[in-house]
Structure formats: structure tokens, C-alpha cells
């Protein structure tokens, strides 16, 4: 038995599914899904993310949560929390670089928020030296002040999508046609979720709604706004428009249903709908990800670190740099959003 094969019975026994539906299966099946049978991540994977580029952007990182939390006066104990942690190697870079930082670690309870049982273990082996805890969903976490990272985590929870119809919606959903599975669209309906849409669209587009993303959203920046800070990295843009759904296998571009289960699945973020989401914490201006690294440091940084490089290990650390600041490669592609309370400053490289 496949994954298709099981979303095909499951399809002509019970009709179509939403994209969302098929998204969740894919990714998150026990026996099938993506995340549950792989470590998806580096040159033996299908996807590169940004920590496994260069240490320096989690340093940055850290550096960035720990004056965020010096600037809101050294609330202790504190959660230090990542969602959808990878290997670890982002949060290894950031408490690497915040070794140093009075208080930093002690008051740090660190929290990871992962359902791959194969990425915890991947996790606990790169952070064996820590105190860690893990949890299944951020309603979990512990009752403190909240600094938070997620880095490439939205892009991978599961939308619906809709196509307009007048002033109405039609559901894109995944069905079955001569045993392949295929895109169609469900009769058109109203969807109130999506009336102020009508305003920025026309007949025939599409758009996304993802209402996990907006419920995390909406626990973190409950919490944020009483003490704490987050930062949301991904890519995507202010607002949702066209089908973004794309799948990675072997770091190359696929069809989302083909062979399911053996591809990553996600979609660009929509950044409005995370900050309306986040009230009453406050949100940032949406700041490129290149733009960001630079307000932080990272050429100063670059160029400290390559003092002691020469030849290919020098080549690999300037593209590193390069790939993650340019316009033309991560640089403008990939996106920042900070979270933080009203009465607090944003965190460093992030406006008002």
C-alpha cells in the first residue's frame, strides 16, 4: 500500500478532499507522511533552510531574541521556543551565540515544538548538550514570557484554497479521475472568511486561507503581548494571491500529487493575515530577510569569520553570505514579520 493508493480508496469511497485535507495527509500521515519517515533537510534531503546554509543566521538570530529580551528587562524564567526545530541547528547557533549574554541561559527554559518523531531524535543528538522539552502544539507551552523563532514552519501548514465565482467562492479540492488524483473545484458557495477579498479580486482568481497558521498566530501573540517576542521567517508576501502549492523532491520541482508522502508540500505565507491574527500583540513592517540580516550585522560578522578561511571553505562561506542576503537568491524571496508587546520596542531589524 501507498499513500496514493490510500488517498485513492479513501476518495472513491468518500469524494473529494480540500487541499488542506491533502496537504495534512501528505506531510503528516503516521505510517506515509513526508515528515514522518524522513529528515527532509541538506544535500541528502529535498530543501536547504537558512541555519544549514550558515551559522551565521542563527547567530543573528539569538542575538536578536536575547536584546530583545535585555531591552524588556531580563524577565526570568522565560521559554525560549522554536516551532518546527529541523535538526536543531538553528536553535544550536542561537544559544551558541547568546552563551554570553548575563542570565540569558539560566532564566532560558528551552521549548521545541515537533511532531516528526525521526526530526526530535535528530534534535535531541544536536542539542544533547541542553535541558530541552518537547511539545506537540504551542497551546503546550509553559505559562512565561515567550521569545520564539520560527523559521520555515508556515509555509508547511495545510490552506484551503478558493477560486472567486462572482461574488462567491469556489473550494479547489483533490479528486480522483481514472484512478489519478487530480485538482477540481467544488459548486460556488459563500465564504465568509474571505468577504474582504471581494474588494482586491476578480473573477477566476485564487486565493488562500490558512486558519492553523492564523490559531498559532493568535496563541503566540496572546502571549507576546504580555512579555516576549517572536519572529516569523519564511517566504511569501503581505497578502495571499494565485496558487502558491509547490513540492520539493531531491531539492527539485514536482507535481504536489505526485507520489504523495514522498515530497515536501507548502505554500507561500500570507503575512497580513499573521499579524491581524497576532493582536493584541504588535507586528513589525514586513522586512526582507537579506535587509533584516544586514540591519543585524551579518557582512560585520561575514568578514570576521572569513579572516581565518582561505580557498574552498573561504568560495563556500562568501556564496553562504551571498545566498543568504541577495535580492536574487534568499535575500528578497523570504520574508520577516516580529511580534512583540505594544508597549515594548520591536525587536533589532525590525520597524514599527
Known sequence: MTLQQDLAARIATSGPITVADYMSTALLHPTFGYYSTRDPFGTDGDFTTAPEISQMFGELIGLCLAQSWLDQGSPAPFTLAELGPGRGTLMADILRATAQVPGFHNGARIV?????????ARQAETLAHFSLSWIDTVADLPDLPLWLVANEFFDALPVRQFQRDGTGWRERSVGLKNETLTFGLSPVGPQPA??????????????????????????????????????????GDWRSL??????????????????????????????????????????????????????????????????????????????????????????????????????????PGLEP
Open 194 to 235: 474571505l468577504d474582504h477579498r471581494l474588494e482586491d479580486t476578480k473573477d477566476g482568481d485564487l486565493v488562500e486561507l490558512n486558519a492553523p497558521a492564523q490559531a498559532i498566530t493568535a496563541d503566540i501573540g496572546a502571549r507576546v503581548a504580555k512579555g516576549g517576542a517572536a519572529l516569523i521567517i519564511d517566504y
Open 112 to 120: 521545541l515544538v515537533e511532531a516528526s518523531p525521526v526530526l526530535k
Open 242 to 347: 494565485g496558487d502558491t502549492l509547490q513540492a520539493l523532491r531531491g531539492h527539485a520541482p514536482v507535481d504536489p500529487l505526485d507520489a504523495p508522502g514522498t515530497a515536501d508540500l507548502t505554500t507561500h505565507v500570507d503575512f497580513e493575515a499573521l499579524g491581524t491574527a497576532a493582536a493584541p500583540a504588535a507586528f513589525t513592517r514586513l522586512t526582507p530577510q537579506g535587509v533584516f540580516l544586514e540591519r543585524l550585522g551579518i557582512t560585520n560578522r561575514a568578514q570576521t569569520l572569513a579572516g581565518e578561511m582561505t580557498g574552498a571553505t573561504l568560495n563556500a562561506h562568501i556564496a553562504a553570505h551571498r545566498r543568504l542576503t541577495h535580492p536574487d537568491e534568499m535575500g528578497n524571496l523570504f520574508k520577516v514579520l516580529g511580534l512583540y508587546p505594544p508597549d515594548a520596542p520591536p525587536p
